[in-house]
Structure formats: C-alpha cells, structure tokens
C-alpha cells in the first residue's frame, strides 16, 4: 500500500469513527449484538470481526466476518411447507 | 449580493489568508467587494491587508452607533477592496446584530467575505449566520480533514445556498512522491465540492509580514482560477504544477 492510501485510509476511518461516535460506546454494543445473533445461526469458530467504513460515495459499508464449524438448525430456519 | 463566510474548524489553515487574496483578485478583476473580520478575538485581517495602521472605527463602533457603516471601512493598502475590522471589544456583538451589519453592507457590494474565527462557537455561529454561502478551507494533514468534516456537518444545518471547499498548502513534489493526499483524494474523502487549490508558497507568508501580496507569488495563478470559481460560480479546478524556476 502506497504511503498516502494508508494516510487517506487512516483519515477515512477517522471520520467515520467521528460520526458514529464508535470509539466507545456504539462499537461495542453493536460488536456483541452481532456476536449474539450470529453465534444464534451458527456454531463459530473463534472472533466474530465486525468493521464499518464509509466509501467513495458517502455510504457506510458494513463488514462482519466470522468461520463457523456448523450450521444451527432450529425450528424457524426449517423449510416451510406449503 | 454575495455573502460568503470563510470557514474552517482547525486555526491556522488559510482562513485569513484565502479571505485577503480572494478578496484582492476579486477587486482587481472589477467587482466591488468588503471583506469582514469576523474572527472577533484574534483579529488579523488588518494586518493581512497592511491596514493595521489605518484603522479608526471597526464593528463594534457601528453597533454602538458612534459611526456610519461606511464610514468604519478601511481601504486596502492594493486594491479597492475594502475591510471592516473588528477589535477585542467585538466579542460580544449577537449574531443577529453581525449579521445586520453584513445585510447593509450586501446592498452596496458585490462580495462580502466574512473571515470566520477557528473553532465552532458562538463565533462561528455569528460568522455563519450571516452568510448565504461558505468556502470551508482544509490542508490536506490528517488534523485539518477530521475538523473540515466536523465543520461540514455543522454547516448543513443552516440554510446555506451553497457549501465549497478550498484545500490550501498542498506540495506538489510530496504529492507526486505519493507522501501527501491531493486536492482531489481529500475534497473526496470530504465529499466536498472543490473549487480552489492553493499551493504551499513561501512568499504568502513573507509577504503578509507587510501586509502585501507578491505579482510573482506561486500562488498567483491558484487564487485566479478561486477567484473565477467563486464569481462564476464554476469548478474548474487546476492542480498547481511544481515549479522549477523563480523569477
Ligand atoms: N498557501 C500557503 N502557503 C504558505 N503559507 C501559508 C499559506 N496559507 C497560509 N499560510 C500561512 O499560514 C499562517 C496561518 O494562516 P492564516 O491565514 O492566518 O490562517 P487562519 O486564518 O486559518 O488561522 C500564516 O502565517 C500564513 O502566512
Ligand atoms: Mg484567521
């Protein structure tokens, strides 16, 4: 990575952190919402990542990534018979 | 008519600067123009314009009624730009009252520059209130992005007709070598209209020491196509070439 995309990617990470005010609060709340739902559907596999940035145009981008061993099934994710 | 506050959240930017020099191509190209000092506390656009000295009456002797509007402005020690001071005892006209003044003075003029205060206080609320229109200035530096941003956000709660950015002291030789962000990657980053690229020019600063602006300044040529941006209302923007001579 070339020396100013690290700098531009930094700054944008910066504003972003700024808008959502996820230095603290907001990103811990939402990593253990995510972390509860997820670990719901599957069986996974160590840390849960979850990262938000903003790209070119001004929208956010939402990023969570994760390795599960298994999928849970329970009754709701059943297929429905009609 | 125009009523345009230069703004910028972090000090020290260009804020001053870039008022003084639109200011002066906007003179020199014909249009009539006051600028206001509108940064109540640190007051220097006198001293940007070399008018430090030819002051007698500024804002807050306006609004106590101790002189005429006109009779506050002091002429421009270079072009026929004029420029309405503030003082220390300015700091605590209301907005409503600053903005007042501004109105009268738009009547008469084509430009009126409004230089705002760093930060975003009570200063920058007067500054802003009074205008239609604002240029945010930034540097391409991490510190100054992040309060540009800030900045950004703030100015679109008011009723603004328009928002542009001018990014100032960019380096084209760091640029090319890939070690500072252009104009462009941070107007983007900023989701910001760029309408001005003002290079880093030694000559600003010496200049400025005598309230004065250099024919020869690198810069020149940056402050025209601002100046035809803003007048215009166009975006050409041009990226200042490094250059290899001085004259
Ligand atoms: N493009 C530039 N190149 C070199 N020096 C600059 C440039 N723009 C501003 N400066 C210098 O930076 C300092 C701060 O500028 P100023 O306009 O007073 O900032 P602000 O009003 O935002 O606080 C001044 O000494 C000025 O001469
Ligand atoms: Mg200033």
Redesign the pocket.
Known sequence: MRFKDKVSARIRDMLTNDKLGLSDGFMTAFQADVTHLVKDYFDVSGQIDVKIFENEDGKYGIKISALADKINTFETTFKKKF | MRKIV?T?G???????????NLGRKLSADGYKVVLVDG?VG?N??DV?MGIENRVVYDISDVLAGRCRPFQALALDVETSARILPSSANSADISAQAFRGVVDSLAETFDFVLI?C??GIEHGFHRAVSSADEAIV?T?PSASAIRDADKVLRLLSTYPLKDVALVV???RADLIARGEMLSAKETANILHATLIGI?????????F?QLGKTADFAP?KR?FATLSRNVAENTRDVEVPRRRWWRR
Do not use: C, H, M, W
Request: no cysteine.
């Open positions: 230069i910028s972090k000090g020290g930017v260009g804020k001053t600067t870039i008022t003084a940064d640190l220097n656009l940007a230089d205060p760093a200035v540097t100032n002291r960019t003002i290079p880093d020019d030694d000559y600003i600063t010496v400025q810069s940056a």
